[in-house]
């Protein structure tokens, strides 16, 4: 079966949008469109959710004394790319790139952890498009065509909500590749590990005592009444009390906020960062803020050198910085 997109191959949009539209004469090219990463709303709506404290008897306001030392060896993250190449009718076909890697710190030079995953693949609304357009597709792109109405039987033909089903299957394939290089590291290596984002999608990672996951979009903010209030005035290397974040589709783990940078002068947001770690057993609860305070330690270590011009250098630490560098390059 010939595909347009090899596995881990590069793919031009100009290429693809060549070949599609001469296999379905029907099918509209777009040309100037920004990718969706740019103009798609996420789905979460912002909301305070209460959390269980278990450093204590109420959520309060730690400082985080001692001196901060890196205790971090490698760096987790991951990019998406979403490019709408052109429409067959209503529907958007969209090229989707994906890829992670591990940046390895040795020596103070950072260095790639085994080899970067990549992915690219062509999403494409099947319930919206004849079946022999369908066919067509699935005989030249095989297994890199994925079905965004697939699971979704409610979605409407709007051409807005067929862009937002592509875009969070991008997404969902990012968070993929990303829970993959961290199982790898965690079943291969002994060492901490800094992830950008949550831990609790995968169990093995979220039970590891080797992950950090460091959180920087709030649009869920775990904590309500005082406790917000306690959360939003954090100042400088304070951080709230440990509460534990639980979930039916996910695993639990401990969490809290930490402030990385001076707030004054800035939204309550500014350097506010929440950290998530393995969920400790009954004999290890009365382990949980010291362990919180050595972690951030580690993180508030990580918040120099900058993580310029990246604008969202506030929560941003090098380590994600040049993951985000390396994988632009060879994506």
């Known amino acids: 079966m010939h595909s347009i997109v090899a596995s881990g191959a590069a793919l031009n949009a100009r290429t693809l949008q060549r070949e599609l539209t001469g296999l379905l004469p029907e099918a509209r090219t777009v040309d100037g469109e920004s990718t969706l990463e740019l103009t798609t709303q996420g789905n979460d709506a ?36 979403s490019q709408v190449v052109c429409f067959v009718g209503s529907a958007p076909v969209v090229l989707g790139t994906v890829a992670a890697a ?20 062509v999403y494409v609304p099947r319930a919206f498009l004849s079946p022999h357009a369908w066919a067509t597709l699935e005989r030249r792109l095989g297994d890199t065509l994925i079905d965004t109405t697939d699971g979704l039987p ?4 709007h051409p ?55 959180v920087k979009s709030h649009r869920t903010l775990y904590a309500e009444g005082e406790a917000l209030g306690t959360v939003l ?20 783990v401990a969490s809290w906020y930490l402030r990385i940078r001076n707030p004054d002068g800035h939204d309550p947001m500014w350097g506010l960062v929440r950290a998530e770690v ?7 609860m009365a382990d949980l803020g010291a362990r ?40």
């Open 102 to 121: 591990v940046r390895d710190r040795r020596e103070r030079r950072m260095h790639t952890w085994r080899t970067p995953l990549i992915e690219h693949n």
């Open 233 to 252: 005035g954090l100042q400088y290397r304070q951080r709230s009390s440990v509460f534990r974040i639980t979930s039916p589709k996910r695993t639990t």
């Open 154 to 157: 409610d979605i409407i033909s």
């Open 46 to 81: 912002p909301r305070l959710m209460s959390a269980t404290v278990v450093e204590g008897d109420r959520l309060q306001a730690f400082q985080v004394a001692g001196e901060s030392g890196p205790g971090f060896r490698a760096f987790l993250d991951g990019t998406q790319k």
């Open 160 to 214: 807005y909500a067929l862009r937002d089903a592509a875009f969070h299957r991008v997404q969902f394939r990012r968070e993929g590749v990303e829970r993959r290089l961290a199982e790898q590291w965690c079943a291969d290596e002994s060492d901490a590990l800094f992830i950008d984002g949550g831990i609790s999608g995968s169990e093995p990672v979220a039970v590891s005592s080797l992950t950090v996951g460091v």
């Open 278 to 284: 393995a969920y400790p057993g009954p004999s290890r």
């Open 292 to 331: 919180a305070d050595d972690v951030s330690r580690w993180i508030l270590a990580e918040a120099s050198p900058l993580a310029l011009p990246d604008g969202r250098w506030d929560k941003m630490v090098y380590g994600v910085r040049d993951c985000e560098e390396f994988l632009r390059a060879i994506t």
